[in-house]
């Protein structure tokens, strides 16, 4: 099956500062999907990016498909960007996400 | 719009007990997904349904595992027997097509603890 490769599996940050989360497919990738999972364990939609860039206020996403990665910004952070950021594709042919281990970001005040 | 709704929240039970876990997902979502969460790792496919029928149940532990969303709905993930290393948690998604241009969208999830 796919492999989904998130970098960097952990991330402490100053408030304020900015960061870059990378995550790297094994297969083509056609439905990419970035989330976010809060301290209590809710797993948020961020971005639906199969490819090309989105902005969303301090977040951007940017999914270069031909070469099997996607990128999230992170700008100006704040102490409620803590927690873990997941990014999911497809498996082979469907469209069935499969998630990475997630970059686990913590942002001290 | 309501978001996808999971019940119960949290579960404890001694291994070889049974456990079942419920949801509701987002109005109008052809496609449902049941996923697994052990500490420390990513969600982890167990199911999929698009409407009534089963999508992909390739990763679904069927000696001890099964669910079923009757009417193309709501659905159930049920273990029995349970065992030690089922402790995680639950994720049931949604979304409107399970294609593309359909992203995902989560409840709050069911933790559940084996002993």
């Known amino acids: 099956g796919i492999q989904v490769e998130q970098s960097p599996p952990d991330l402490i940050l100053q408030e304020g500062a900015n960061s870059t989360l990378r995550c790297n497919f094994s297969d083509s990738v056609n439905n990419l999907q970035w989330f976010h999972q809060n301290p209590w364990g809710q797993l948020i939609n961020l971005f639906y990016i199969p490819s090309g860039t989105k902005q969303n206020g301090r977040l951007s996403a940017t999914t270069v498909a031909t070469e099997r990665y996607s990128l999230l910004y992170i700008s100006s952070s704040q102490t409620t960007d803590s927690g873990v950021y997941f990014c999911a594709g497809p498996a082979g042919g469907s469209y069935i996400p499969t998630f990475g281990r997630g970059t686990s970001l913590i942002v001290h005040p | 719009e309501a978001g996808v709704a999971q019940s119960p929240r949290y579960k404890i039970i001694e291994k070889r007990q049974s456990v079942a876990f419920w949801c509701n997902p987002i109005?109008?979502?052809?496609?449902l997904y049941w996923y697994q969460q052990i500490l420390g790792q990513g969600p982890k496919l167990l199911i999929q349904?698009?409407?009534?029928?089963?999508?992909?149940d390739s990763q679904l532990p069927k000696d001890r595992f099964s669910a079923e969303r009757l009417k193309g709905v709501d659905s159930t993930l049920k273990i029995q027997p349970a065992k030690l290393e089922d402790s995680a948690v639950y994720l049931c998604?949604?979304?409107?097509?399970?294609?593309?241009?359909?992203?995902?969208?989560f409840g709050n999830g069911t933790r559940l603890t084996v002993t």
């Open positions: 349904f698009q409407n009534n029928g089963v999508v992909d």
């Open positions: 998604a949604s979304s409107r097509t399970g294609g593309q241009y359909s992203p995902l969208h």
């Open positions: 109005s109008g979502h052809a496609t």
